[in-house]
Every structure is written in structure tokens, then in C-alpha cells.
T-cell receptor, first 115, second 116 residues
Framework: DSGVTQTPKHLITATGQRVTLRCSPR?????VYWYQQSLDQGLQFLIQ???????AKGNILERFSAQQFPDLHSELNLSSLELGDSALYFC??????????????FGPGTRLTVL | AQKITQTQPGMFVQEKEAVTLDCTYD???????LFWYKQPSSGEMIFLIY??????QNATEGRYSLNFQKARKSANLVISASQLGDSAMYFC?????????????FGAGTTVTVRA
């Protein structure tokens, strides 16, 4: 158990819908990262938050947005869902930004299926 | 350009034998970190081992060791004394310090199947 929690574990929805994925980082970790894992794109970085502020953006679609709240939990919002959004979405956390050996601890993931 | 290349899509290894998973990387950042993660069929990502670009010695963690060849830009993972529970997908990842965002760039992964 990495200490990172994600809910829900599975999500099945229809095209055009909107969903929210939730992540609670490990206790004390200030950085939260979101990754998408799909069969055709592999594991891709979406977005990072550090202590409530957006820090970096990767290949995140405009239909997707995220935020990190004062209690450091984060939510990833996916809207106008398409079939191609079906994927495993991971949240990861790390203590901060300083230092190289800052491994990221991954949550169990949310498997999103868009029908 | 691909930052992390894992050329072996799948490998079979006999139980109790060692297996080496290849990983090459591409960066112009003098400061970076290399990571290996394991993803079993259940889906979670498990951190295995880390190597910093300035580390003089190869990293080791139990049965996992990293064969770091900086000049060749390779960071191969060696799993010794393979166990059935090692059957999983293995990902090599890199973080470039210059980017200052600490995101990980992942390779495509290598599936390892351990045979009894």
C-alpha cells in the first residue's frame, strides 16, 4: 500500500458525460501528479500540482481539468467524454520538489470505461 | 522524440534465474533521475529502484539492481533469483531536473513472465 488513495476504483459512463476522479496523496506529500495509461499512448503525464498550485502540464486535453484543494487532495475532471478517454488514470504523490531522488508513489488507479 | 526506450516488449524467464530488462534514455539535462516501476496484473504501480545521474555506484534494492552506464545512456534493471510473483509489466522512467516540474517520462514497458 503506497498510502495514496484514489476513488472510485472503476467508473463506467457514456460518451458526452462528465466524471470526477479523486485522489488523496500520502500524508505530508505536497505534490500530486496525474497520469493516463492507455493501450495506444502508454503512460502519459497529464498535470502536476504542488501545494495547491498548478506546476506543470503535459498532454492534457482542454476537456480535462484538475485542482488541488487546501487539504491537498486533488480532483481530475473529465468532460465531454469520448471513447478514446477510456484508460487507467493514476494519481501519484511525492513530498516536494527538492532533490533528485524524489520517487513518486502511485495510487491504485481509476479505470475509466466510456461506452 | 522518445525520452525512454524499452526495446523488449516481452520476456520469459525461468524461476530462480536472473533477467535483465533494457532501458535507454535520451536527455541533455546533466541532472536527472531514473526509476523502475513494476505493474502487476492488478494494475497498481510499484516503485522498485532509483538511480541518480550523479550517483557513482549502481543502485541496489534487494533482488533488484540497476546497471547504470551513463556514457551509453542506459539503465538496465536486473532481477536476480526470479520468483513467480515477479511476473508483471516493468516500466523505466526518467525525471529531468532542469524541467523543474518533476514529472516522469515512461517507456513502453516490458512484460516479464516467470515460468516454474
Amino acid at each position: 500500500d503506497s498510502g495514496v488513495t484514489q476513488t472510485p476504483k472503476h467508473l463506467i459512463t457514456a460518451t458526452g458525460q462528465r466524471v470526477t476522479l479523486r485522489c488523496s496523496p500520502r500524508s505530508g506529500d505536497l505534490s500530486v501528479y496525474w497520469y493516463q495509461q492507455s493501450l495506444d499512448q502508454g503512460l502519459q503525464f497529464l498535470i502536476q500540482y504542488y501545494n495547491g498550485e498548478e506546476r506543470a502540464k503535459g498532454n492534457i486535453l482542454e476537456r480535462f481539468s484538475a485542482q488541488q484543494f487546501p487539504d491537498l487532495h486533488s480532483e481530475l475532471n473529465l468532460s465531454s467524454l469520448e471513447l478514446g478517454d477510456s484508460a487507467l488514470y493514476f494519481c501519484a504523490s511525492s513530498p516536494g520538489l527538492a532533490g533528485e531522488g524524489n520517487e513518486q508513489f502511485f495510487g491504485p488507479g481509476t479505470r475509466l470505461t466510456v461506452l | 522524440a522518445q525520452k525512454i526506450t524499452q526495446t523488449q516488449p516481452g520476456m520469459f524467464v525461468q524461476e530462480k534465474e536472473a533477467v535483465t530488462l533494457d532501458c535507454t534514455y535520451d536527455t541533455s539535462d546533466p541532472s536527472y533521475g531514473l526509476f523502475w516501476y513494476k505493474q502487476p496484473s492488478s494494475g497498481e504501480m510499484i516503485f522498485l529502484i532509483y538511480q541518480g545521474s550523479y550517483d557513482q555506484q549502481n543502485a541496489t534494492e534487494g533482488r533488484y539492481s540497476l546497471n547504470f552506464q551513463k556514457a551509453r545512456k542506459s539503465a538496465n534493471l536486473v532481477i536476480s533469483a526470479s520468483q513467480l510473483g515477479d511476473s508483471a509489466m516493468y516500466f523505466c522512467a526518467m525525471r529531468e531536473v532542469r524541467s523543474n516540474d518533476y514529472k516522469l517520462s515512461f517507456g513502453a514497458g516490458t512484460t516479464v513472465t516467470v515460468r516454474a
